[in-house]
């Protein structure tokens, strides 16, 4: 098997017992490392090469990032390395970005939330073109309880043009459009297995959604996908045998939509949920957890594998990459963030439900802004119920037009889009309200996608805590340059770091004493 290339291993040498040679001797991962003895049979120590003449009191093999996760997620979606590059909506991670991925025998997800539909399939479009039979690339399908029929379109969409795998994230239950995606293309292998021909990878940050995913597809929507014509019977029969998701990834402290949950308390009760269902419906193939959120550090990607996840997906420092489709001045806002600059604010496309996700606080106002415009929501029931003592500031503050000015940009978006949002407006004064509010959010992701400096004080740009922990941990390095950010070499060295941070942990788990500096990772040019 290909493994990464070594970045310069130091040739063999006598057991070392200092500091420094001991933590030589620990970043040197590809090769077997001994524990050793000193001659008074007390001191510990390390050593590489042939087993030396002295006491070898254990070995450790050879450690590689590509075995840091299970082996088979890698084996089911044909990547080298358990890493996933994550679907930033928008298409903030671009078809660049996925690609380049693909090519490195990684997986990564083009960000399809919130993106009309023409710009969906003509990204689907690219993809196929570009990647062809690869299965190691994927779209996201993003649940929209405002728009059932564009997520519908989507998921007909992925299904129809063949794309390997799909990411489908913030939903709250299953709907036909997941089970669509899942359900499609199943048949029996010549060894009478269940073959997939689209996987779908669910992110979850609550154990109820979890287990949905988890089980099988309920028969009543089997039933009426298979009336519709969507479904044949023998694939409604398959989906009745097997979970809507053989990948369920562990979201917790994320950019975007997120619950904010701690890592090592939801991953844990999610595979322990996993085993529990697994058990109850038979599966005959493991079901596999991944971690998302937070994971901006080497330290942070070999605690999500300690914790026993089969992969990690990364999302929020990748909008700083060069492939990522944010302006110039919005990654630059990202690289100045530390951990404590990001809050809550409502959400586009469940801006109705009160539904929240985690932006960037740092030298924007949006989410202040956006705060104001659901508090002013819940409290009236159309535009015109709103005093003029609120009405004013949020008119010259927030939107810089009138209510009416904003509300016929909005109809023409929706005219296009969808026009039965217009008429249900029309029908609902509170409706017409929420749309348009929900211009004001929509806009300022595309600003600052697009930098429009004129609303620079109104970038919503998505942003977990693991935004700043990168920035620190890369400061002063080849990645603290913008034009060396490139997704690749993200990850690469976020999962080279976690390997020779893992390898230290075992080490200091047979008592041998290590440094400080030997639980730190340098980023550096890999290949």
């Known amino acids: 098997m290909s493994v990464l290339a070594a970045p310069g291993s130091p040739a063999a040498s006598a057991p070392a017992f200092s500091p420094e040679g001991i933590a030589a001797c620990a970043r040197r991962i590809r090769e077997p490392v001994h524990v050793v003895s000193g001659p008074d049979g007390r001191e510990l120590g390390l050593a590489t090469g042939p087993v030396p003449g002295g006491p070898v009191l254990g070995t450790l093999p050879p450690l590689y990032p590509e075995w840091l996760g299970g082996r088979t997620f890698c084996e089911a979606h044909g990547v080298r ?14 078809t660049e970005m996925v690609a380049a991925m693909a090519r490195a025998d990684m997986l990564g997800f083009f960000g399809a939330g919130g993106l009309a539909y023409p710009d969906v399939e003509r990204a689907v ?30 998921a007909e969409l992925l299904v129809r043009r063949g794309v390997p795998r799909i990411s489908a994230s913030a939903f709250m239950d299953l709907t036909p459009a997941v089970v669509l995606c899942s359900a499609r293309g199943l048949r029996r292998g010549a060894g009478g297995d269940i073959v997939r021909r689209t996987r779908v990878l669910a992110k979850v940050s609550r154990p109820e959604v979890a287990e949905k995913f988890l089980s099988p597809a309920p ?21 009745a045998r097997v979970p809507v998701a053989e990948d369920i990834t562990v979201e917790a402290d994320s950019g975007g939509h997120t619950d904010n949950r701690p890592l090592s308390a939801l991953l844990p009760r999610i595979a322990l949920l996993r085993d529990v269902l697994c058990r109850r419906f038979g599966y005959l193939r493991p079901v596999r957890i991944g971690a998302a959120g937070g994971l901006g550090t080497p330290d942070a990607v070999a605690a999500a594998f300690a914790l026993g996840a089969s992969y990690v997906v990364v999302g929020s420092v990748n909008q700083t990459a060069v492939e990522a489709g944010l302006s110039d001045e919005a990654k630059a806002m990202l690289c100045g963030a530390d951990i404590a600059d990001v809050t809550m604010a409502p959400a586009a496309d469940m801006f109705e439900l009160g539904v929240k996700l985690q932006v960037l606080s740092r030298g924007t106002m949006f989410a202040q802004r956006a705060g104001r415009l659901h508090t002013a929501y819940r409290a009236h029931g159309s535009l015109e119920e709103i005093p003029s003592a609120l009405r004013v500031p949020i008119e010259r503050d927030v939107l810089r037009a009138p209510f009416d000015e904003i509300w016929q940009r909005t109809r023409t978006f929706w005219e296009q889009r969808d026009p039965a949002e217009i008429t249900r407006a029309e029908a609902d004064p509170k409706h017409r309200m929420a749309l348009v509010f929900r211009w004001y959010l929509g806009s300022s992701s595309r600003w600052a996608i697009t930098g429009d400096g004129s609303r620079r004080a109104d970038y919503q740009i998505w942003c977990g805590p693991a935004m700043g922990a990168f920035n620190r941990w890369v400061e002063g390095t080849l990645l603290a340059e913008p034009a060396n950010r490139s997704v690749v070499q993200i990850a690469l060295n976020l999962l080279e770091g976690a390997a020779v941070l893992t390898r230290a942990h075992q080490l200091r788990t047979y008592g041998v004493p290590l440094a400080p500096d030997a639980f730190t990772y340098t980023p550096c040019e890999l290949a």
């Not at 390395?81 to 671009?94: H, K, L, Q, R």
């Not at 028969?219 to 989906?239: D, K």
Request: proline letters at 8%; zero cysteines; charged letters at 15%.
């Open 81 to 94: 390395f358990p890493y996933v590059a994550g679907e930033m909506a928008n298409g903030i991670a671009t």
């Open 219 to 239: 028969a009543a929507l089997l039933s009426s996908l298979v009336a519709q014509g969507e479904l044949t019977q023998e694939e409604s029969e398959l989906a």
């Open 125 to 154: 479009h690219t993809l196929v073109q570009e990647l062809g039979p690869r299965p190691n690339w994927g779209v996201n399908l993003i649940h929209s309880p405002a728009e059932p029929e564009l997520e519908w379109r989507v």
